[in-house]
């Protein structure tokens, strides 16, 4: 089984940081895939940035340059650097892990970026 755990969240300013933690446990080890992903107050899921065992990354367009995406595969976790948040990053945010072509999915940790 694979669990994950975050934390990290919390309220903060605009234009402030915040740094997201995921915690897996389980038949990890050097998954395809971890990431995050968001989802706004009445939105739909999406995906925030991938980070592939290899070290590769993607980001959706609107936080490039903003956020940075990182993993320590020896603690079997995945990080989220965010830096110049703006109020429409506010959202629940999902660790997500994909292994063997099963994606796995966080309970979420809701971010509030408001003055």
């Known amino acids: 089984q694979v669990q994950l755990v975050e934390s990290g969240g919390g309220l903060v300013q605009p234009g402030g940081s915040l740094r997201l933690s995921c915690a897996a446990s389980?038949?990890?080890?050097?998954?395809?895939?971890m990431g995050w992903y968001r989802q706004a107050p009445g939105k739909e899921r999406e995906l925030v940035a991938h980070?592939?065992?290899?070290?590769?990354?993607n980001y959706a367009d609107s936080v490039k340059g903003r956020f940075t995406i990182s993993r320590d595969n020896a603690k079997k976790s995945v990080y989220l650097q965010m830096n110049s948040l703006k109020p429409e990053d506010t959202a629940v945010y999902y660790c997500h892990v994909l292994r063997f072509g099963i994606n796995y999915w966080g309970k979420g940790t809701l971010v509030t970026v408001s003055s």
């Open positions: 980070i592939f065992s290899g070290g590769s990354t």
């Open positions: 389980g038949d990890i080890f050097s998954s395809t895939i």
